[in-house]
């Protein structure tokens, strides 16, 4: 199957033992801007719980890993220091519920998916469009100004400040909160991951 | 990590046997473990005279101001993490932040997990003698009968070392390998030793129903013999835990019960998928079987499940008259709660529990480390294991 999952950097970690894998990607991420995803490249098979637990206690999003022959590669995100703060400024928002209801009513819902091309990757609404934020001021255009799109992210934060955008440009947005990391209804990934 | 004046001292570096001797002479050790919590959860070091940490190396990377209050100044302290690194890393630190007393475990956690004990159990006729060696950090015990210039190892583990050299002590060559049944918590030895010297390698016919290489059928009514003074090893078909599960009487004296029967526990039946199959065998072998022999003689299981089963001496036996009375597994009195005992509510099944089956059967040849990775873990092979 056809990897399609990328990070904005590669570490390679391959052939070293525990625990330079993680000495080394603490120090790549110090270097990093908030929401970068990076790809880290281990065969050190120990490393996989090590680096879910890291990043589950350093606040940085580990997003999953993909296993290529014996290379193990872990993804991700540096974590903004404001990630989860309550700040939802567009007025236009239905919540998870709402919107999972509204595609069990029609297969024709537009999701527009504004997180990182990993973390969509890995996880994701089936049928959402994937822009991440960075790139929406030149892709925009992609999208149809006829239907309503749902935006989403993984905690609302991303996907307010991309409807704030795409509303100025003329098109039909909601805001879908919290996002991602709630959401219950059916997803799927664009690689086998584990 | 402030500036410091001398760097010279270095953490200094403990095998897994020095660890093993200190843990059974109960000397105080305060162990720092730095793998990740979900690991520690799962299986860990103990012992008596043992205080334990965890601290997850990765989060000690900018240094260990956060533990190093709470380690101790005046008793030995060992850093243990997978496989070396970290704790060699963390152990550094803390020799830095004025700790002094410092250790780090030599191969870590993967060889404390394959590391043996040899322990004398008892005389056999014209001098013989029975070993037990017990795997502390995982609770497999195996066993060596040696009699005039023969060995016989039971349920040998996979790294055979152990057994080589205490052969090589005694002047014996090994001329039997033998597996109680087909295991599947641990990687069986057996086939290595028997093709490293020129031995016979014993298993159960109805667990080698998918093996891919030749073997010595272990049944009732065929005796094995050991030394030219013939001790005699009877099989004794026990099934339960495994459809094939075969029980050894040594010398009348000794039943090497595999893992059917345990010193606190018994075996559990699911390990192959069959559970509600094999209750009726597991309740037959050890309530009708096992019931029949005599009670005087030694119970020498393949496992144990928590460090209260070792003797002061470090060896795991029991007479079997006085498991009748104390083992909670022997006495169930009625069939349908023991069906219930042994099918539900039962611990995790040990870590790629399907993968050491089918490498014991050769249908799988993982390498080296593979087979390390494999292993990690408890064994789990008793209902009351945690």
């Known amino acids: 199957m056809k990897n399609e999952i990328r990070g904005s950097q590669v570490l390679d970690c391959r052939g070293l033992a525990c625990p330079l894998p993680i000495v080394k990607t ?63 400024h567009f007025a236009h928002v239905i919540d998870n519920a709402e919107l999972q209801a509204r595609l069990q009513q029609s297969d024709k819902a537009v999701v527009l998916d504004v997180r990182e091309h990993a973390e969509y ?36 934060r991303r996907s307010d400040t991309a409807c704030q955008l795409l509303h100025d440009r003329g098109l039909q947005v909601v805001n879908v909160i919290p996002g991602m990391a709630e959401w219950s209804g059916a997803t799927e990934a664009s690689a086998r991951a584990e | 990590m402030g500036m410091t004046a001398s760097r010279s001292r270095k953490p200094t570096l403990m095998t897994a046997s020095e660890l093993a001797g200190m843990i059974l002479r109960k000397e105080q050790l305060f162990l720092l473990d730095v793998r990740n919590e979900g690991d520690y959860q ?40 997978a496989k070396e690194g970290s704790s060699y890393f963390v152990a550094e630190q803390l020799m830095e932040a004025g700790i002094t007393d410092v250790y780090y475990l030599q191969g870590g956690m993967k060889s404390w997990s394959e590391h043996i004990e040899p322990v004398k159990v008892g005389e056999l006729k014209d001098g013989g003698v029975l070993y037990q060696f017990v ?40 001329k039997h390998a033998i597996d109680t049944h087909l295991h599947a918590d641990h990687i069986s030895g057996g086939r290595k030793l028997a093709e490293a010297s020129g031995a016979s390698y014993w298993l159960p016919p109805k667990d080698a129903e998918e093996t891919v290489f030749p073997y010595s059928r272990l049944e009732e009514g065929s005796p094995i013999a050991v030394g030219h003074s013939e001790i005699a090893i009877q099989p004794i078909y026990s099934p339960g835990h495994t459809i094939g599960s075969t029980s050894l009487l040594i010398e009348d004296t000794y039943l090497l019960s595999g893992d059917i029967l345990f010193v606190a526990s018994i075996g559990r039946p699911d ?64 069939q349908e709660a023991f069906r219930h005992a042994v099918t539900s509510g039962l611990p995790p099944q040990p870590h790629a529990y399907q993968e050491i089956r089918e490498t014991n059967m050769g249908k799988l040849q993982p390498s080296e480390s593979e087979q390390g990775d494999m292993e990690i873990g408890p064994n789990r092979c008793a209902i009351h294991d945690r």
């Open chain 1, 26 to 88: 603490k120090k790549a991420i110090d270097t990093m801007i908030a929401g970068e995803v990076i790809e880290v490249q281990a065969t050190d098979k120990g490393s996989l719980a090590d680096f879910k637990s890291w990043a589950g206690n350093t606040g940085h999003q580990y997003l999953g890993t993909l296993h290529d022959g014996d290379v193990l590669k872990h993804f991700i995100r540096k974590a903004a220091p404001d990630e989860t703060r309550d700040e939802v």
């Open chain 1, 121 to 156: 990757g890995f996880n994701h609404i089936p049928g959402a469009i994937s822009i991440p934020l960075g790139e929406l001021e030149s892709r925009w255009s992609e999208l149809d100004a006829r239907t309503q799109i749902y935006v989403i992210c993984r905690t609302g």
């Open chain 2, 42 to 81: 799962n299986w860990r070091i103990e012992g008596d005279s043992i205080t334990v940490m965890n601290k997850p190396y990765f989060e000690l990377l900018d240094g260990v101001e956060a533990i190093v209050d709470e380690c101790p100044r005046n008793q030995k302290l060992l850093v243990v993490c």
């Open chain 2, 135 to 174: 795997r502390l950090g995982k609770g497999c015990l195996s066993y060596m009968i040696i009699s005039d210039g023969e060995a016989a190892v039971v349920d040998a583990i996979r790294l055979t070392d152990a057994y080589e050299q205490l052969a090589r002590e005694n002047g014996a060559v090994i």
């Open chain 2, 271 to 334: 390990l192959a998928g069959k559970a509600e199959d094999w209750v009726h065998d597991l309740r037959s072998s050890l309530y009708e079987t096992f019931s029949r022999l005599d009670p005087e003689l030694i119970v020498l299981p393949a496992h144990y499940g928590n460090r209260q089963e070792l003797r002061e001496d470090g060896s795991v036996m029991a007479r079997l008259g006085d498991l009748f009375h104390s083992n909670p597994g022997l006495n169930i009195a009625d």
